[in-house]
Each structure stands twice: as C-alpha cells, then as structure tokens.
C-alpha cells in the first residue's frame, strides 16, 4: 500500500459543485500539504499544516479550503468548482525534510 | 517565489551522463538545496539534497559551488527512464516553518 493515499485519484465534475479530495498517510509525519499542478506548470502550494491544529494558506489558497481532521488525514475542499479550478492536486507529507507525495488526483470542472 | 533557476529542457542521450544546473544566488547560509524529480504524471520523487558539500546516493550527485550560489545535479548514466522534469528547491532548516516552493523545473528528455 502507497504510504500516501489519495481519493478519488480522477473525478469530473461540474461548475459550481462542493468537491473534496481527501489524503491520508501511513508515515505518521506532522507536516502535510496540498499542490496544485496545472499543465507544463511547476507545483504551487495551496495549504499547508504543520500539525492537527495548524492550516497555514499557500501561494493560491483561493477558493479552496482544508479541514485535518487527524494527524494522517488531510482534506482539500472547493466549495464552489469552476472551471479553473480543473488541474492535477498533489498531496505531500513530511517530517522536517524530505516530502513524500500521493500518486495525485485529477480533477476536471466542467 | 522560487529562490532557483534552472533551464526549461535539456537533452541527454542515453548512457551519457546528464548534468542538470540550478542557480541560487540568494541563498541563505543555512538553506539547502534539494532535488526532486516528476516522471509524467506521477508524484514528484525525492533525489538528493546537501548543505555545502558535494552528495552521492545510488540515483544521483550533487555538486555545490563554493559560494553556494549555484549548484549541478549529476544522473551519470541517463536512461530512458530518466526523462522527467527535474526541480531544483532552495529550503530553510530543517526547523523551519517553511514549506518547499517549487518552481518550473527542467524537462530532461533521455534520447536513445
């Protein structure tokens, strides 16, 4: 099993729908964030939490939201999709340094 | 905004060594430099970091100039499956609060 999971891994949905992609992780790291990757883009950062009761915003935060329910579960909420919102999201855990990402969720708003 | 800056794309062929640069010039003492890599789609993976002085694992070399300001990535013998975007990211300590800020990155593309 992937030490860094996330759901759904592809999903369509449409303009003005609530859509969460969730992401957990088994290597008991504190520190957990959400990319954003847009094609032939870098990764930008959305949020980030550094442990259960801290969210910290990113370069993009939004129309986006984050809730860390546990250490090992992070959740990246839109409210209301648009469509520019469609891109790649990456999951990452870490400990102090090195991150471990999720294998991505893919997520078209149409 | 990411403190490097690398190439858009290079090319290598296979077998030879592909030497990837990053600039640097405004990083902090105690900053390191780390490397990572995206094969299409898939989540970035981590290759290599260091502080000043030159790192070998199994996948790659980092070698970092005196002033720091720069530094170069060495896969010493591409293969195929090397083609990826290669980013280079300056971080604070390892106590920092801070979180990794990518940029564009380098499309390596392995050419038979």
């Known amino acids: 099993d992937a030490d860094v999971t996330q759901t759904p891994r592809n999903r369509i949905t449409k303009t003005g729908k609530r859509i969460m992609l969730e992401c957990s992780q088994t290597?008991?790291?504190?520190?957990m964030y959400w990319y954003r990757q847009d094609p032939g883009l870098g990764l930008r950062l959305i949020y980030y939490?550094?442990?259960?009761?801290?969210?910290n915003k990113g370069e993009i935060s939004d129309g986006y939201s984050v809730s860390r329910q546990a250490q090992a579960k992070f959740s990246l909420s839109l409210e209301s999709a648009i469509p520019n919102q469609t891109a790649l999201y990456f999951c990452?855990?870490?400990?102090?340094?090195?991150?471990?990402f999720g294998e991505g969720s893919r997520l078209t708003v149409l | 905004d990411a403190k490097t800056t690398q190439p858009p794309s290079m090319d290598c062929a296979e077998g030879r060594a592909a030497n990837l640069p990053c600039n640097h010039s405004?990083?902090?003492?105690?900053?390191?430099v780390y490397w990572y890599r995206q094969i299409h789609s898939q989540g970035p993976q981590y290759i290599i970091h260091?502080?000043?002085n030159n790192e070998t694992n199994e996948m790659a070399s980092l070698i970092i100039t005196e002033d720091r300001k720069s530094s170069t990535l060495i896969l010493p013998h591409a293969t195929l499956r090397d083609t990826a975007v290669y980013y280079c990211?300056?971080?604070?300590?390892?106590?920092?609060?801070?979180?990794?800020?990518f940029g564009k990155g380098t499309r390596l593309s392995v050419i038979a």
């Open positions: 990211i300056v971080r604070p300590p390892l106590s920092g609060n801070t979180p990794l800020v």
């Open positions: 290597k008991g790291h504190d520190r």
């Open positions: 939490s550094f442990d259960v009761k801290d969210i």
């Open positions: 990452a855990t870490s400990a102090y340094g090195e991150l471990f």
């Open positions: 260091g502080l000043k």
């Open positions: 405004t990083i902090s003492g105690n900053e390191y």
